[in-house]
């Protein structure tokens, strides 16, 4: 991750202590720390990690109104003069100190138990991969339920369609014609029998990922913490209490831009009416990007900052690039034989020296991840077979659209003809 990324940066003033005076400048907020550079001479003055912080308030004093104060160690930072306003400046401190307090944490339990070996390092790269895998599966499978339920509904437009040539070709039957309407209702009884039994789907809609943000709404200064729940058929905002504040469905969504990799737009067009629009911030938006690409592939817009920075909102596993697997082949190789690296037959001798430097990787950490690469091969293979039934239903939905346009012409010509 770049740590020169600027997630935000806010104009403010800054107590020099020092100087004992207010100095003018920029508040800018990075992946893993704060920094603070005057304006007039382009000073660095402050510069510390999101770990170092002790704590985040909004203070007040009869000298010092409406500030910000940052304890780093035992130095008191104070800042002024915030814009647009403290609150969305502390909101989004707040929010990204916390993130970082929760994966210290993480990295500190597992630094308790040893540096993690090479095994452990590619086990936790191809869980990732896995974890996204069955992401990209749940989506695919809610497309599939869409398909479906549209095959299903252009069954029934067809049925209705022999019901109503059969209606017509009675209208167009002479008066002397034997049979009578009659005829035709036990066919329609039948039929709403039918539609009155079937069961209707349950939606049993499971959640993807869900995220804490930091929500914007139509004004800077309507800032305020929330979360972000991803679903196979949208998008749920919600506040801290759980309320939902807005829900976006797939069909609702007419873009999605990527400002930076930790910050997005959602946006509803409406004629007539101003648009529906939320801002959303987040630590952890990284993670949520690569599977919005993939669920809104079409609608998704990356602006300059986020191109700029596009390695940044990569996962550790997106680092080691497209040999993964070679790489993960190698170390059961050497495990195996460890004279003799896996693949050295048919690799480079570049290739032979890149594996012959990894670090063996133990009986136990080479069976699991055995275990996982079987279950991502067999995720692939079920990812790949959804998307050939998704194939096929696409054929057969637009087979099915093209004879319902010709039936229905057919039937507006004979109306046409009967008035």
Avoid at 73 to 102: A, C, D, G, M, Y
Avoid at 272 to 299: C, H, N, V, W
Wanted: glycine share 8%.
């Amino acid at each position: 991750m770049n740590e020169d990324i600027r997630i935000h940066s806010w104009p403010c003033s800054y107590y020099l202590d020092s100087g004992k005076q207010w100095v003018s400048g920029r508040l800018s907020l990075t992946p893993v720390g704060i920094k603070f550079t005057a304006d007039k001479t382009g000073e660095l003055l402050v510069d510390f990690p999101l770990s170092g912080i002790g704590d985040i308030k909004k203070e007040s004093s009869n000298l010092i109104f409406s500030s910000l104060t940052i304890l780093e160690k035992n130095t008191k930072h104070w800042f002024s003069s915030l814009q647009p306003s403290r609150n969305v400046v502390f909101n989004i401190l707040e929010h990204f100190w916390r993130e970082q307090l929760l994966e210290s944490r993480g990295a500190g339990a597992a630094g308790a138990a040893g540096r993690p070996s090479k095994g452990r390092e590619l086990t936790g790269m191809l869980a990732g991969s896995q974890k996204r895998l069955e992401d990209t599966a749940k989506v695919l499978h809610y497309q599939g339920e869409q398909f479906d339920n549209i095959l299903k509904g252009l069954d029934k437009i067809e049925g209705d369609m022999d019901v109503a040539d059969r209606l017509l070709t009675e209208l167009e039957s002479p008066s002397w014609w034997p049979f009578s309407s009659k005829l035709w209702k036990a066919p329609l009884e039948s039929k709403a029998k039918e539609a009155a039994t079937a069961p209707e789907p349950k939606n049993q809609e499971g959640i993807i990922l869900r995220i804490p943000v930091i929500v914007t709404h139509r004004t800077d200064s309507n800032v305020k913490p929330g979360k972000l729940t991803l679903f196979a058929s949208g998008l749920e905002i919600s506040d801290c209490n759980s309320q939902v504040i807005h829900r976006f469905e797939c069909r609702d969504v007419d873009d999605i831009r990527v400002h930076t990799p930790y910050e997005i737009s959602v946006r509803q067009r409406f004629i007539g009416k101003p648009d529906t629009s939320y801002r959303l911030l987040s630590a952890r938006m990284p993670e949520l990007i690569p599977i919005l690409e993939m669920q809104f592939s079409k609608k998704m817009q990356f602006l300059e900052d986020a191109l700029g920075f596009a390695g940044a909102g990569k996962s550790p596993q997106m680092d080691l690039g497209s040999s993964i697997w070679q790489a993960a082949t190698g170390l059961l190789g050497g495990v195996v034989q460890p004279g003799s690296p896996a693949g050295s037959r048919e690799g480079t001798d570049k290739d032979q020296v890149q594996l012959q430097q990894h670090e063996k990787v133990s009986q136990e950490e080479a069976k699991e991840l055995r275990q996982i690469l079987k279950k991502l091969k067999g995720l692939a293979l079920e990812t790949e077979a959804e998307l050939e039934r998704q194939d096929e239903a696409l054929d057969s939905i637009s087979s099915s659209v093209d004879r319902a346009t010709l039936t229905i012409d057919k039937h507006n010509r004979r109306i046409r003809r009967l008035t």
